[in-house]
């Protein structure tokens, strides 16, 4: 079983708010993952880092921004949230010494209103 | 990126078997899988099959893998409605990123 949380599981806010969503795994793995998906659809990598102090652009674009600063935890923040942001919002980690296996939260139901 | 394609629905009934296909791009495939989704959750790791395999089989699911026409499937025996989910292939190589397929929803009629 996947050690891999995130919370909230359900956020709603108003346009303009500052969010932050959070992504922690017990694993030890190195690369982390935040996956933007509506539902029913297919996943898009927004954001990924392959260890502590590393992060990248995934291939869509978002105004999202992400951190690495411990191993463990890897948040994603959104400074003034809009209803085009309304999503889930998935996060994952995988080890790079295998690469095997992808792990994946239960996901943020994100509603901006 | 890598493609990798899924048809986009199956119905299927109980107790029937069900197939589910994937096409891929990326000769250089170490690692293919089979996730699952069911609503409002995250994915979970169903099976996975080396490059280097042909079958893998794991109770109720086989995993058949065609290297030479990049095509994977998930067969699932004895359908039941908690099977009802989205199933996601997906693809890797060491030290690259994971590429998945836009998911087909599976449905199971009672």
């Known amino acids: 079983e996947a050690d891999i949380y995130q919370t909230p599981r359900y956020l709603v806010i108003g346009t303009g708010k500052k969010i932050t969503l959070e992504c922690s795994q017990t694993m030890g793995h190195d690369k982390m993952y935040w996956y933007q998906q509506d539902p029913g659809m297919e996943l898009h990598l927004i954001h990924y880092s392959y260890g502590v102090n590393s992060t990248e652009k995934g291939d869509l674009s978002s105004e999202s921004t992400v951190s690495r600063i411990r191993t463990e935890h890897f948040p994603l923040t959104l400074e003034s949230a809009r209803p085009s942001h309304t999503s889930q919002y998935l996060c994952a980690s995988s080890d790079s010494t295998t690469n095997e296996k992808l792990f994946f939260g239960s996901g943020t139901q994100l509603s901006v209103l | ?110």
Not at chain 2, 8 to 23: A, Y
Not at chain 2, 62 to 78: E, F, G, P, Y
């Open chain 2, 1 to 110: 990126g890598e493609d990798v394609e899924q048809s986009l629905f199956l119905s299927v009934r109980e107790g029937d078997s069900s197939v589910i296909n994937c096409t891929y791009t990326d000769s250089s495939s170490t690692y293919l899988y089979w996730y699952k989704q069911e609503p409002g959750a995250g994915l979970q790791l169903l099976t996975y099959i080396f490059s280097n395999m042909d079958m893998k089989q794991d109770q109720r699911l086989t995993v058949l893998l065609n290297k030479k026409d990049k095509h994977l499937s998930l067969r699932i025996a004895d359908t039941q409605t908690g099977d009802s989910a989205i199933y996601f292939c997906a693809e890797t190589s060491p030290g690259d990123k994971f590429y998945f397929g836009s998911g087909t929803k599976l449905n199971v009629k009672p």
